[in-house]
């Protein structure tokens, strides 16, 4: 025979293919090679034999790619091949539609037979060969919907995935099902990470600070801002069981976080900041177009937080020619809605409000003020709300995967009604007033320098309502006087601002 004009000889292809051998039966492709060079030695005494084997891969899945199967189909095509041999059809093909172009690949090019060990010789154009090939694919189907409803069960009693998430690793529990036992190191962190997250941390810090610790992840990677997110918002590490993408029972492991602090994670990470305009009406969130410390945004106060005590516009920075430098300074602008009503240094006045926080938050009376949460109930209300919510979508796939249960109409207004309920209560947790009490305060103090300003901002409004600068008295600095700045303290009791005397 010849190929583009060189002269070749025809020889007996082996296909040996085996998916993962979890029934010990020994029939790899090492032993499936043996199998059929003993066939072919006896069957076509001096023929050469080329071996085709895919290890460790199914036959039944449409998304797995055999390299080898398809080296096979290309030497059918060129007519190198005289005789194919595998242990049986399934083995090089289970899917009833590639059998039959498989089939027809072989018959053109004159292969009439595939030799096996266990089904003897299949003819190719027998019709017992498609019978068998649609009865293998049947078997295929079968067996999915039988693994599948394994699955499903032992996803609503609550066992453990597979999969090792960051802050576990395996285990089994009295009665044998596999459950999770928490790692106390990477439970630890997810704990800190939640901590840093509801504080004002950003996911870049929090990332960059467990890796000057030397941590790393589940499966020994580096920790990335997206590894932090995921150890907090994953339904897993608050004793959640996923199945397919929905919660759909409880796990029968411990919970890392509680599920107030999961769900305030979730609805801190999954909501934009919002800041308020330039003309006072209304907010905008802040999105990638606004990241980066733009012009007019590179100050602690500045943002909203600092108003004029004459016009009350919002203060804006901006540098001002004092001597021989320009010094940064907070002033009432027409640019930002203002009359030019005041103006004072800016930096100065940043000390003064940070140094006045450190101070009142080492007052337990301060703290007893600010951590008495009368929006408890309501916070604790929607979370069981959201969790229900999570329990009616996995209910929900469980009927769409029922036939007949719900027509596409029903299914697609069930899912809008959850998502609209879902969005009504985020919206609403997010108007709340952010609960503080289990900030790590002293954690924050000492992370103070190495925030970023967008952590430092957020730290401020926790406490802080507004700070409002009045004009200069008469006689007195006009630079900076700390009697100036007025500042209004949150009460969290109340989510309005508290006269707490500045």
């Known amino acids: ?40 030695a006896k069957m076509w005494p001096g023929v050469p034999v080329v071996v085709f084997a895919d290890n460790d891969l199914s036959a039944a899945a449409d998304d797995v790619v055999r390299p080898e199967y398809n080296r096979l189909r290309e030497a059918i095509e060129r007519g190198e091949i005289a005789h194919i041999w595998a242990v049986e059809q399934y083995r090089i093909e289970r899917r009833e539609i590639q059998w039959f172009e498989l089939a027809a690949l072989m018959d053109a090019a ?15 154009r027998d019709e017992v060969a498609g019978i068998k090939a649609v009865l293998g694919a049947g078997e295929v189907r079968r067996l999915k919907k039988r693994i599948n409803d394994m699955l ?28 999770y036992e928490q790692v106390p190191e990477e439970a630890d962190a997810i704990r800190q990470a939640a901590e840093w997250v509801l504080s004002g941390w950003s996911l870049a810090n929090i990332a960059a600070e467990f890796r000057s610790r030397g941590l790393i992840g589940a499966h020994g990677g580096t920790i990335w801002p997206s590894a932090v997110r995921n150890w907090v918002t994953l339904p897993t590490v608050a004793g959640h069981r996923v199945y397919r993408g929905q919660i759909v029972a409880r796990g029968n492991w411990e919970p890392i976080l509680d599920e107030a602090t999961w769900q305030a994670c979730k609805l801190k990470l999954s909501q934009p900041r919002r800041v308020k305009r330039a003309d006072g009406k209304g907010t905008y969130p802040i999105g990638d177009q606004h990241k980066g410390n ?3 945004r590179k100050y602690l106060l500045t943002g909203g937080l600092a108003v ?28 930002v809605g203002g009359k030019g009503c005041i103006g ?8 003064f409000v940070v140094d006045r926080l450190w101070a009142e938050l080492d007052k337990p009376e301060f703290l007893n003020a600010i951590a008495a949460d009368e929006h408890g109930l309501r916070r604790d209300a929607i979370t069981k709300e959201l969790d229900g919510l999570e329990r009616q979508r996995g209910e929900l796939a469980a009927m769409w995967g029922t036939p007949g249960a719900l027509t596409s109409v029903e299914w697609q207004e069930a899912r809008r ?54 004009r200069a008295f008469p006689g007195r600095p006009r630079v900076f006087d700390p009697d100036r700045v007025k500042i209004t303290w949150r009460d969290l009791r109340h989510a309005t601002a508290s006269a707490y005397p500045a």
Request: glycine share 10%; with cysteine; hydrophobic share 40%.
């Open 417 to 470: 009604a959850i998502a609209e309920n879902e969005q009504r209560l985020r919206t609403e947790y997010a108007g709340l007033p952010p609960k503080v009490v289990n900030v790590d305060i002293a954690g924050v103090r000492a992370a103070w320098p190495d925030m970023t300003l967008d952590e430092q901002r957020e730290f401020l409004r926790m406490f802080i309502e507004k700070l409002t600068v009045i």
């Open 308 to 335: 004029c005590g004459v016009c009350g516009a919002r203060l804006t920075g901006s540098l001002k020619q004092m001597k021989n430098q320009r010094v940064p300074y907070l002033t009432c602008h027409p640019n």
């Open 1 to 40: 025979m010849t190929s583009g004009g060189a002269l070749f000889v025809a020889y007996v292809a082996l296909y040996c293919r085996i998916s993962v051998d979890r029934a010990g039966r020994k029939e790899g492709v090492t032993a499936q090679e043996r199998w059929g060079r003993a066939y072919a």
């Open 294 to 296: 733009p012009a007019g």
């Open 344 to 351: 004072i240094v800016l930096e100065k006045t940043e000390t």
């Open 152 to 179: 499903a069960e032992k996803a609503a009693l609550g066992e453990a995935p597979g999969s090792r998430p960051f802050g576990y690793r395996h285990a089994k529990t009295e009665d044998g099902a596999k459950t």
């Open 110 to 124: 004159g292969i009439t037979e595939l030799h096996t060990d266990r089904d003897g010789i299949v003819r190719i």
